[in-house]
């Protein structure tokens, strides 16, 4: 790293249970219990994190206002990826409410959940649409393999509107389906303005995989979309699923050992700054 570059996360979560609108989180889950500041610190202190982009993990806007109250106390959290219902008829006017706190930097509604592929499409979202690109925020996409394919529909749509591919639209790396994963996020990387997130490998692979199971999809990433379009995010605590932090840390940088230090810079901060508008 150059010194004074960022070093910046762009893909944590916290939550805690008893709120209680984490419909997804069953209690058989191993990370069916609070995680918060205080258990990710330690962790961050040891990797040299500077900053972290909190991500959206339930479908209610309580949530993306909790997440924005932590970053009253936590010094780490640059910006916040929030949720709102873009299906509402004032969908605008909730999402400009909690942009008045300038730490929204963008929404994900959680795409991979819903039934519909095609449900980004619904042409009741396109005011929501417009409304994250008229107050200055971004769209991240949380897409598997099969809504790739729509993606392309979206962005003729909406052309100024900022996307990122979480977790590389998770190919499916423990079935080894490289070919029609590559194939399909191809399409994407083709479109220069669209960003991809370094993250969210790990839990798409076998339990206890070498590194070298990830390497081809860490590759093709770099192929298409270069350095200057890729974003490291842990997927934290998600990730724990399948490794610690530290391993993931360490595997990232292996797995980036070919790019020049300026790269390598951009790919674990700059971009994540540059494309979030975070402070710097």
């Not at 191993?30 to 339930?58: E, K, M, N, S, Y």
């Not at 370094?198 to 692979?205: K, R």
Request: contains cysteine; glycine residues 6%; hydrophobic residues 45%.
């Amino acid at each position: 790293m150059i010194p004074n570059a960022l070093v910046i996360d762009a893909h944590v979560h916290y939550w805690r249970v008893d709120r209680g609108d984490y419909h997804w989180m069953t209690p058989d889950l191993p990370i069916h219990r609070d995680f918060l500041p205080g258990d990710a610190a330690p962790l961050f202190d040891a990797a040299g994190i500077d900053g972290i982009v909190l991500v959206q993990a339930t479908v209610t806007e309580a949530e993306s206002r909790f997440l924005l109250s932590l970053a009253d106390t936590d010094r780490r959290v640059r910006g916040v990826v929030g949720w709102i219902d873009m299906m509402a008829p004032d969908a605008p006017d909730r999402l400009a409410a909690l942009a008045q706190d300038p730490r929204l930097r963008g929404i994900r509604p959680m795409w991979q959940d819903i039934d519909d592929d095609e449900w980004l499409l619904r042409p009741e979202q396109d005011a929501a649409y417009r409304a994250v690109v008229e107050l200055g925020l971004t769209f991240d996409a949380l897409a598997r393999v099969r809504h790739l394919a729509h993606l392309p529909r979206l962005i003729e749509r909406h052309p100024d509107l900022p996307i990122v591919i979480d977790h590389a639209a998770k190919p499916e790396i423990a079935a080894g389906r490289h070919a029609e994963w590559r194939d399909a996020i191809a399409v994407l990387a083709a479109i220069p303005h669209v960003r991809c997130k370094l993250s969210g490998l790990v839990t798409e692979a076998a339990p206890g995989a070498p590194l070298d199971a990830i390497r081809p999809y860490a590759d093709t990433l770099l192929e298409l979309f270069g350095p200057q379009r890729l974003i490291f995010g842990s997927d934290w605590p998600v990730l724990t699923t399948r490794q610690d932090y530290a391993t993931w840390w360490d595997g990232s940088h292996q797995l980036t050992a070919q790019l020049s230090p300026a790269e390598r810079d951009a790919v674990f901060g700059q971009n994540a700054v540059t494309f979030y508008g975070l402070p710097a």
